[in-house]
């Protein structure tokens, strides 16, 4: 049972450091307590993108007469939703499944726990088995936050897990938190008729990210009948009312179900990382630029780190983490990570945002256009607007991009790059951009 790397956890992070290491020759074992491609195949990012795609197709049907095309009283089956979004999971980590066997990994589908260290090696424990690891890598993500609310513990309510296994629709839905989780399952409801409302504690909807086009994609769903409570704190849950104050005045928002979305925290419990004495910060653990912790021969990626709780994020990590344990020199930036909202208008951004700069006291230029100065998004989006902003610090190099309407989550990775390379608005202008594409708009925004 000796290994040159052990990891713990099967997401993103997890199964592509598994399939990078065994690729490079690295005799790996990978240890999964629960399903193999962790939250985000199984109970996050898949299952909520295929709900929202079937989601996407009805409000396109319901708005097909704008573009000359009819069709009469458009309905859905929500058991074929449903199915189609199991169908979608199981076949996707099944592949996983089989890709990080056919590297010659070792899979241990059960929970392992770090008991210390014993001849150089680092001990790991699974179902009473020792494995023996040079390296150790732990990727055991994040768990759904659930904070102290009075009533909440004698409430049926919802986290992502429950609403992504539903197999009826309420009439009327509060989610608790406007962030991205909270925004994607207002999209969805939204579309399939649900009265749907929304409490954030935050002046805005959507956390960090940019607040422009977060509050033109608030404006959007506030006009397909989505009710927005910002600044407003939920005090008390009732199976059948949520009671929210503002200002120091207390209401109530009745309801048939209560969905949960307050954000994820990092998943520390019974991996037994005191054994080995990994500094943790407040959120999580403390890593450097090669995703190493304070003990030399282990790593930590993706969510348990508590910095960017993203699947791609993971991902990267990841690759990170293998590259500096084979010598291949490489490092983390996170300045180019894109963060998306699947809603319909997406929306995306990478980089920097006008109000961390105006935190920070930097000096920046914004250029910004409607979306509709792309022929082909006026083409595709009837009276559809959107945003797409460049952000370029005082020397003209491009540092941050926004942008509001439907593909922003294939062209954010454009302005990423762009980030990641350095450019300055001068170098970008030269990419040619294919015509009529959406992503035409970069090339306007820039001129």
């Given amino acids: ?230 600044d407003t704190k939920v005090v008390e849950v009732k199976p059948d009312r949520v009671v929210i104050e503002k200002g120091g005045k207390a209401s109530a928002i009745e309801t048939d179900k209560i969905l949960l979305s307050v954000g994820r925290k990092a998943n520390l419990s019974n991996v037994g990382l005191e054994q080995l004495n990994i500094e943790l910060h407040r959120n999580g653990v403390k890593v450097d630029e090669h995703l190493l912790t304070t003990h030399p021969r282990v790593y930590a990626c993706g969510d348990i780190t508590g910095y960017s709780l993203l699947a791609h994020t993971a991902i990267r990590e990841a690759e990170v983490a293998i590259n500096h344990i084979l010598g291949v020199e490489d490092r983390m930036n996170y300045d180019c990570v894109p963060g998306i909202v699947y809603t319909n208008p997406e929306m995306a951004g990478v980089g920097k945002t006008e109000e961390e700069l105006i935190k920070l006291g930097l000096p920046y230029r914004v250029t910004k256009l409607p979306m509709a100065y792309s022929g082909r998004f006026v083409a595709e989006n009837e009276q559809g607007n959107g945003l797409c902003k460049l952000i370029q610090d005082e020397e003209g190099k491009i540092i941050g991009c926004h942008m509001l309407g439907n593909p922003a989550s294939e062209l954010i990775v454009i302005a990423g790059i762009a980030i990641q390379r350095g450019y300055t608005l001068e170098e970008f202008q030269k990419t040619v951009f294919p015509h009529p594409t959406v992503g035409e708009i970069y090339h306007e925004v820039m001129f």
Avoid at 115 to 130: F, K, Q, W, Y
Avoid at 204 to 213: P, Q, R
Avoid at 216 to 230: A, D, H, I, P, Q
């Fill in 1 to 230: 049972m000796n290994f040159d790397i052990a990891i713990i956890g099967g997401g993103p992070a997890g199964y592509t450091a598994a399939e990078r290491a065994g690729a490079n020759g690295l005799k790996a074992v990978l240890f999964e307590k629960k399903a193999i491609g962790g939250v985000c195949l199984n109970e996050g990012c898949i299952p909520t993108k295929t709900l929202l795609y079937s989601a996407k197709i009805l409000d396109s049907i319901k708005n097909a007469s704008k573009y000359g095309v009819f069709a009469e009283s458009p309905s859905f089956d929500l058991s074929k939703i449903m199915s189609r979004k199991d169908k979608t999971v199981k076949m996707l980590t099944g592949g996983v499944k089989m890709t990080v066997n056919s590297y010659g990994v070792t899979i241990v589908e059960k929970e392992a726990f770090v008991e210390g260290e014993e001849n150089g090696l680092i001990r790991i424990v699974c179902d009473g088995e020792a494995y023996f690891v040079k390296y150790l890598l732990v990727c055991t993500g994040s768990d759904t936050v659930i904070p102290p609310i009075p009533g909440l513990a004698e409430v049926d309510y919802w986290t992502s897990k429950e609403a992504l296994e539903i197999k009826e629709l309420p009439k009327t839905l509060v989610i608790i938190g406007g962030g991205v989780i909270g925004m994607e399952f207002a999209s969805f409801f939204n579309s399939m008729g649900v009265k749907v409302h929304i409490v954030e504690m935050m002046p805005e909807i959507l956390g960090v990210m940019d607040k422009e086009t977060s509050g033109m994609l608030r404006t959007e769903y506030t006009k397909r009948g989505v009710s927005f409570y910002l």
